[in-house]
């Protein structure tokens, strides 16, 4: 008979194989996305679906199923590591194997096509081009979810795949309370903005903007050693071990507060990444446990952080240095008032701290109408406009503006917006929590965030997989999530910001 | 019993599957050398020995020797080129097999090791840091070509393994005849040899040679879209399809002449393997065929075309648009005497044409000699400043300048250095032929190339690995090759550039 001992090395060993995939298939992916040549893509995308296929059958095999079982049984003699390593392989072999292959495969590539028709579409200003693949992206959604989830909810199930504990009473409660203290704030923020820095309207030289990411990377503490700059059309992180994590900007020469910020939230993934325990090596249980709780970091970093008086104090002078002609006019104040300038706009990703939430909110009741049956996918636009208009006052002008900027739905992301907003309020809650602890605002003014990163360490990166979201968050907050410090955070900032 | 059609399909999905294999490593290397972290090496050796370790099992494992077993005993029911690719494989296993398995892995790691010690040796002119590894190198080279060619002398298998082909006879009839044109033609040419051209030493902004990179590539007519040029330390070409090819260059602000040389070598080499024929896809026999003819291709863009007047006459008009402040004292006939200027000197790679294989020589009789027992690594510093002197007339300064430059035998590469100088000699003879269809440098001077590109694509380039070296050459040359070629090329130009 196998021992257990022996059991435990063929399972790290499968680990470790998997490890090595992902890595190999990561960076493909991330060097197909920043330096490999346009012509490239095909057979990249042949190769990552060899790659994909073998990956999927080592993943969930015969023999793996056979030793994840074996394990299963001899969970009492397993280190915690291994078992939740066991526990969540099998969890979704399990929720993989009643989904028919045939329709597996026919939706990977329903969803692998429709990525260059969004773009098309969204280039052409056509959402009629893009209408027949989001109604079979919904409606495969629908029908997979009821294999692997036939006790839940559709939307439900939805947002428990993006972020595990999620569903739609969590969302109600929680957008809810959003709109009633974010609306009216934001109202009272429009009847007295004024005209934006003329510093922030400048060009930037973009060889200078690539100096400054590197000086915002060593201010966030961030080890060189295992991360590099890319550049994209669209900012990412890729992160394949603690050992090398990759992040994208992409400079503007007259926007330099675009890839400034970029930077920063991009490091608070890295970071987050970065920070992963050493214990959780080659294990699947590497690597960020859920989209919330990752955009929790980011957004920290962008908001809490590089969106504070304090950061602009310390930010600022490095501006100076780099950029002298540019920011004759430049202080800190003036600083910290145009980064935080908060203005109803169309697109999501440039929204700025006040108003992205309503953006979310948007997608989400949408997305959940459509999969619920109560909405259809033609008249997705009409419905956006209405609103886009109804929470943030704004005229949608074209679909391109509208419901066709975002690649999420095209890619088959469904019930994962909800995490960007639900990000952002864990992150007021755990500055809160921090706080107990030190001053986290003086510790940004003195320009050495060890303590923060040190805090956040402890308490979440360091963890990886081994707590399902919600309980990595009330272990980190010592207590349930409340969006209250959100919009207390919110409203403090906003009202001192604009004197209101 | 399974049809030979059956056979052929599962031997297409094997070389698809190795092909795919052979595109992520590739990346993955690539990536390591031009943008990852710094930090994230001893991973990524990790996942190259984890996907190497399938790769190996894939092309020996019993499943593949039976296959290929099968197809061979029913060649004549196969098409050209599966009987070439089962052939092909089928002797790569045979040799591979002849290894014992724990020396070969042995080998792996030594040869692993030993690349960096080789740096530390290099930066700190310390050889008796590198002698144990490097003589372990050669000891282990000359027991496996004991195991794989026990009736060949044993430098005639090391040749055989870069350049099939190739021995111990034909690179001495070929060093002969190169010495004895080469060594007296390089004393006339030191006798006139005047002051460099000021042009040539000025300081050239690196952004402004990137827009020079990509001009000379489109000179090359090389397809942008399916190859991209990265920055390295030491340039190089990596090769993964012909719709995916990376050339790498180091841009010296002090010495523009380097980047603009590496990015035509490299060229060079991209042109050969983006002009695979398509019927190779997927399979083993696309890329080059062999060290050889590869530099036949990258050095016949560089000295033939690259270093030519004619070249100089459409290349001087881009510089001076590209750098009309430092370079209002070139013109064409300057420009080419500074790009051909002949003077001996320390560094192979920096060498020029004239002087270039005598320090390919000096390796070919050193590593001859150790392998054939002859010298004592232990004596390699001593007997290297004596060739260098006696071939070149130089005077070496200490290790580094001299025994540890090269990085080829660190990583086990004995047997290499010969096809440098071959495929420089290759080029000259296919120029030859080359002139019999057209105006070679007629093509040149009208700044289109593409009728040469058309030549060695047709008689090289698309033919992949479909015939050994010494069967392709001639195919293209229509004759035997013939160094005489090269020397009488050389001294043409010589004479004519020193008016000798």
Redesign the interface.
């Known amino acids: 008979m196998t021992t257990t001992a022996e059991l435990k090395a063929k399972f790290a060993e499968l680990q ?2 998997l ?3 992902g ?3 990561g ?2 992916f ?2 197909g996305e ?7 893509a ?3 995308g ?2 990552l679906a ?2 994909s296929g ?1 990956t999927y059958e080592l993943q969930t095999g015969a023999d793996t199923v056979a030793l994840l079982g074996e394990l299963r049984s001899r969970s009492d003699e397993l280190d915690p590591v291994t078992r939740r390593a066991v526990s969540e392989s099998l969890r979704s072999i399990e929720r993989m194997a009643r989904i028919p292959k045939d329709e597996y495969v026919a939706y990977q590539e329903l969803v692998a096509n429709a990525g260059s028709v969004w773009h098309e579409a969204k280039n052409t200003n056509n959402f009629e081009l893009f209408r027949p693949y989001l109604e079979k992206i919904f409606d495969t959604n629908r029908r997979i979810y009821g294999y692997t989830d036939p006790d839940k909810a559709v939307y439900d199930a939805a947002l428990n795949e993006y972020e595990r504990g999620l569903d739609t009473a969590r969302c109600d409660a929680f957008f809810g309370a959003l709109r009633e203290k974010i609306v009216p704030l934001m109202k009272k923020v429009a009847a007295k903005n004024t005209a934006p820095e003329p510093f922030s309207l400048r060009r930037y030289p973009i ?1 200078k903007q690539r100096i400054l990411s590197d000086k915002l990377m060593d201010m966030l503490l961030i ?6 700059i ?1 550049e994209t059309e669209h900012p990412f992180t890729a992160n ?2 603690r ?4 992040i994208t900007t992409h400079y503007y020469e007259d926007n330099v507060l675009s890839s400034m910020f970029s930077v920063v939230h991009e490091g608070g993934h890295a970071l987050y990444e970065l920070g992963m325990g050493e214990h959780l090596d080659f294990t699947c249980l590497a690597g960020g446990v859920s989209m919330g709780i990752h955009e929790s970091q980011s957004r920290f970093y962008e908001n809490i952080i590089g969106r504070s008086r304090a950061f602009s104090e310390i930010v600022v002078p490095e501006f100076k240095k780099i950029f002298p002609d540019e920011t004759a006019d430049m202080d800190a104040d003036a600083f910290y008032r145009a980064i935080c300038r908060s203005e109803p706009s169309l697109i999501r990703t440039e929204a700025d701290e006040l108003t992205y939430c309503l953006h979310v909110m948007v997608r989400y009741e949408l997305e959940r109408g459509i999969l619920e049956g109560k909405y259809e996918v033609a008249d997705l636009p009409r419905l956006w406009a209405e609103k886009m208009d109804e929470y943030l006052g704004v005229e949608v002008p074209d679909d391109t503006h509208g419901v066709l900027q975002d690649s999420h739905w095209s890619g088959g992301s469904i019930g994962y917006f909800p995490s960007y907003a639900l990000g952002s309020a864990y992150g007021a809650q755990m500055l809160a929590k921090m706080g107990e602890s030190f001053d986290v605002y003086g510790a940004v003014r003195s320009g050495d965030l060890s303590p923060i990163n040190k805090w956040l360490g402890e308490r979440i990166w360091q963890h990886g997989c081994m707590y399902d979201p919600v309980d990595l968050f009330e272990r980190c907050c010592e207590a349930p999530f409340d969006p209250k410090y959100f919009t207390d955070y919110l409203e403090a900032k906003y009202t001192d910001l604009y004197n209101l």
């Open positions: 470790s194989t490890a090595a995939y890595h190999a298939t960076v493909l991330t060097d920043t330096v490999a040549p346009k012509g490239s095909a057979l990249r042949r190769t060899v790659l073998i060889w080890d060189r050693n295992y991360c590099v890319g394949f071990s050992h090398d994590v990759r």
